[in-house]
């Protein structure tokens, strides 16, 4: 346990963020898992929606440091290239 003010009063406030944070990195896989599910079953319509709705998600994880740039980056590459993809396949 924390012995100073200090230390007590950091020990709140890294829980609270602990628990933002994770709210954050949650909801990030959720968007995620949205694209991935819409790429699964072959919807490239749904699946751009999705990414759009992701992009200011992961930027926002980036800007709040739950996320680095480029991860955040990489992620939307690789969906963007698999959406694409399918929607080669499909035309």
């Known amino acids: 346990m924390a ?3 200090s230390a007590i009063k950091a020990l709140r406030s890294s ?11 949650n909801r990030i896989r959720s968007f995620v898992r949205k694209v991935d599910d819409a790429i699964k079953a072959a919807d490239a ?3 751009n929606e999705a990414l759009k709705a992701l ?3 992961l ?6 440091d739950i ?3 480029n991860t955040a980056s990489r992620k939307l590459s690789r969906l963007s290239a698999s959406i694409r993809k399918i929607s080669q396949k499909s035309a």
């Open 3 to 5: 012995n100073t003010q």
């Open 15 to 25: 829980t609270k963020k602990n628990e933002v944070n994770s709210a954050r990195k």
């Open 45 to 47: 319509v749904k699946a």
């Open 55 to 57: 992009q200011p998600e």
């Open 59 to 64: 930027m926002r994880g980036v800007s709040k």
């Open 67 to 69: 996320i680095k740039l």
